[in-house]
């Protein structure tokens, strides 16, 4: 048996059980056998009456009995005693019969007693066949006194049986009664043979050597017994021998003995019968009343028994008493102990160390002493471990505001990291805006472009760091902003945004204070969706007004997720864990997580049909509001001047579906290569656009100019039929949202950080992206962690 994981107090009651009940048993045990030969003692007064006194009426009959049948089998008639002395001795059987059946008897006889008890029922079977047998005169006198003699034997033996008492004196002088029994017996069995003799005349064979051996045992037999009777026993069995009718018998029995085989017996019949039945009354006399006194005895010594039994069973449970109370409390104060030292030591590991680190976090100050104050209990080794276990736990807690300072540092380190690395990005953004002013040549201007994207994408990996940190982007926008501009935002902040189609978006507009934090969460998502569906597979992205709120679906055909993965990273979603730096490979899932908890965004992952996976991000509805009308910019600080030749109109309340027109992505002008164009009062939107083509440049050393290509002319026609359609389209006030792969915009100043910036956009507005204006002119696309396959291949499981 494995008694390892027992609670203590179980460990501790069967520690006190186990010697408890040992000590009960003994107890009992001991109760018993001294009870038990109690039981006996008082048990012989039972015995007597209801086995003694009939029994030994039943053996006198049987012995009168006996004496008739030989008398008549010696005569030629038939006596007439016999049926009326076989009357009494039927009377007797059954009342002896009767009382050997009650329960009271069997209850208290031995196993010995009532198997001698079982013998002497079947002996007195065998009397009415004998009976028979001397009617019909087919047994000799000795068959007669060997049958009678038979079944007094058996009582004899039952008489023995009682004489089993737990005090040896009693049990002497009780075998010493039933000695002085088998010696009357031996009288009687004289008595028949005699009483033959005389009405023959004679002995047969064999009865003169028969009397002597009788009479010679039976003196031996009382002899004997005498000697074992108490004083007052003796004394009275020594006057009855010396008594008259005793004398006179023995005389008898001398002269019989003397006379020879062949002679006629020397006695008379009337005086010896006479003496014979005054001897026998006299003897069973005695033996009742010495009987009776025996029983008397027996009961004091059972008292007695009883009484040492009492004093030593009261002794022996107020023992058991005191060790169950001194158990019981000794084993219920250590188990109160031990479990006062468990339930401190789960207080800290559950309570106070969590929240210890909780307020530490918070920027609270923690008192190591009141946070883990001393425990007492005892001097002994319990003590000890509540001693060793107080100072543990102040060890745990400083080890946990060390840990915690440790955190806030490296906290504090990735925020400065961030902040410098977000200048270090806003200048290149700036740098990039006025390049791109300057820049004359398509290609030259398209690349500029793709720079400027991947320093877009630079910096929300620069707000991760933010976000780990625990601090908030310093982006942000004051006035409402469309959720189409929030979409197009998130979209340009994708490295495959080519590969992205805004579906339907139904307008809306959403609160500036969590702009950033939403175009930061959405692009992280369909930077995870493109990352994990084929380069060949398109990402839709669609917009839902709800009753509660706004819902946007991100929709991939890619690889999916197993459904243990999607339950883990829902999971993670709801509830944002503690950032581990060992847990780097879900850092996105932690920062989408940390923003949705922020504004009480709901983000759900759901397995596709057939495959791939859906993305369901819920705004809640204080975070919504009307789609904002068209007005002019409202910029949060001032920007950077430049010109805004062209507004792109948008219809303030309704979004046609997707455009299946293909928009190039370089519009001709003749008047600047950078232009911003605002949709309504939200985000401003760059339109690239061809600068002037006629300023030459001033050969140097042997360079010197040269013709047009004609693919070069074939790409200034396409831009300007591009141009031609835009305007169509501006002038008829439809805002589409396109299908088509967008080029890379050119980005105003107003729009970064800086005053500089451009981000790529999904839509068909010739890469025109939403551009918030929070720290001096922040960036249509709100940076948040990285999502690049190289930081989010890890966060599905597919």
Known sequence: MDTRDWPIRAKLTALVVTPVAALLALWIFATTLTFGPALDLLAARTLLADFGRPGERVVAELQRERRASVIQLAGTGTLPTLAEQRRRTDEAIVELRRRMGSEQLRDAAGDLLDTRLTALGAALEALPAGRGFIDRREVDRAGVI???????????QAFAATAALPDAELNRQALALTAIGRSRELLGQTDAVLAGALVTGRFTEGEHLRVVRTIANERFLAETAVADLPPAGRTA???????????????????????????????????????QEAVQQELRDFELSQADRLAERSVPVAVTIL???????VLGLA????SVLVAFRVGRTLARRLTAVRGAALELAEHRLPDVVTRLRRGERVDVAREAPPLSHGADEIGDVSRAFTEVSRVAVRSAIDE???????????????RRSQGLVHRQLAVLDRMERRAEDPDELAELFRVDHLATRLRRHAEDLVILAGAAPGRGWRQPVALLDVLRGATSEVEAYERVDIGRVEPAGLLGRAVADVIHLLAELIENATAFSPP??????????????????????GLGMAPQAVEDANRRLATPPEFDPADSARLGLFVVSRLAARHEVGVTLRAGTPVGLTALVRLPADLITDEPEISPPARDRPATSVSRLTTLPRPPRTVPERSEQTVLPFAPARTSSVEAAVDGDSLPRRVRRRGPAARPRTPTGHDAPTARSPEEVRRQMSALQAGTARGRLDSSGVHPVSTARPG??????????GGAGASPSPSGDA??????????????????????PDSTATERDA
């Open 146 to 156: 060997g049958l009678y003699s038979g079944m007094i034997s058996s009582a004899f």
């Open 536 to 557: 060949e597979r398109r990402v839709e992205v669609t917009g839902t007004a709800t009753a509660d709120g706004y819902l946007v679906e991100i929709v991939d055909h």
């Open 307 to 313: 009484a040492r039994l009492g004093v030593a069973g």
């Open 237 to 275: 069995y020594q006057r009855l021998v010396a008594g008259e009718a005793f004398v006179r018998l023995r005389t008898m029995q001398e002269r019989v003995l003397a006379a020879g085989p062949s002679a006629a017996p020397p006695v008379d019949a009337r005086e010896w019968q006479t003496s």
């Open 744 to 753: 890379p915009a050119v980005g105003d100043g107003p729009g970064r950080p």
């Open 767 to 788: 890469g025109a992206s939403p551009s918030p204006s929070g720290d001096a002119g922040a960036s249509p696309s709100p940076a948040g962690p990285a999502a690049t």
């Open 404 to 418: 915690v300072t440790l955190r806030r540092g490296l906290n504090e380190v990735f925020l400065n990291l961030a």
């Open 319 to 322: 023992a058991i008493v005191v």
